[in-house]
């Protein structure tokens, strides 16, 4: 469990903030024809860089308060690399995740969502300019993804899954029996 | 995480190999996997009063209730 909420958090989920910012649009001309997706964007892009920038900067305090090891804080910035490694080792394919809709809840609700999300995207589209309605994904499956699917591998079925959202594609981060 | 790491004692720091993982596992688990209290905006599919994410959420809501609810229209954790 230990190293699957790890890999989850250090390696994986990440790459959900990054693509994040491809489903997001804060130009101030938006203010006028949907202010509310506008504002989700501004949100995002800003915890998006207090998540990779500013995060690394709590490690000070952290250790000097006895919760994390003095490493922790070396100027390599151990979670940064850690964070850059899952990021440079790129989103897979899995074409066959369908598969797993019927042993996943989380599967099944992803599937079958993306399909309503992106058919709704297309009446909507209008209402949002500038904006890849995949990467727009990303933001409400990150949160899923962080409130689930790491409870899958507390439940013995050690599943983490997500969504690939530019490519149109899913992966799974890992499969343990 | 949110859900089911109810104890953050849960993940073993003193593991020899695994330990330091531990510490930030807690740490994260304690300080930024709960919804953040106090939001002055709406932040869920749910309740948005917006066309696309209301047309959305009452579909997916028809096939997991529980996952619907937690659908966000932004990344604020």
Known sequence: MLTLTELSFAAQHVKLHAMANWGVNVDEALADVNPFFRQSSVVTVLYNYFGYTSFNGFFETWAKEGLVSPGWMKPERPLVQAFNHGIKANVWQHSQIVELVKYSEFVNFVVQVRAIFTAEFQKHKDLFPGTDGEASESKWVYNLFETHSRSLSNNSLLLLSCFQCLLVLFFIHSITA | ?77
């Not at chain 2, 993940?11 to 993982?21: A, I, N, S, T």
């Not at chain 2, 809501?61 to 604020?76: E, P, S, V, Y």
């Open chain 2, 1 to 77: 995480m949110d859900w089911n790491l109810k104890d953050p004692l849960w993940l073993d720091v003193d593991d020899p190999r695994f330990g330091k993982m531990a510490e930030v596992g807690r740490v994260v688990k304690v300080g930024f996997v709960s919804d953040v209290p106090g939001l002055y905006f709406h932040k869920r599919f749910k309740g948005s009063g917006h066309p696309f994410y209301e047309a959305v959420y009452k579909k997916a809501a028809k096939i997991n209730k529980k996952l619907a609810d937690n659908m966000d229209t932004c990344i604020i954790k």
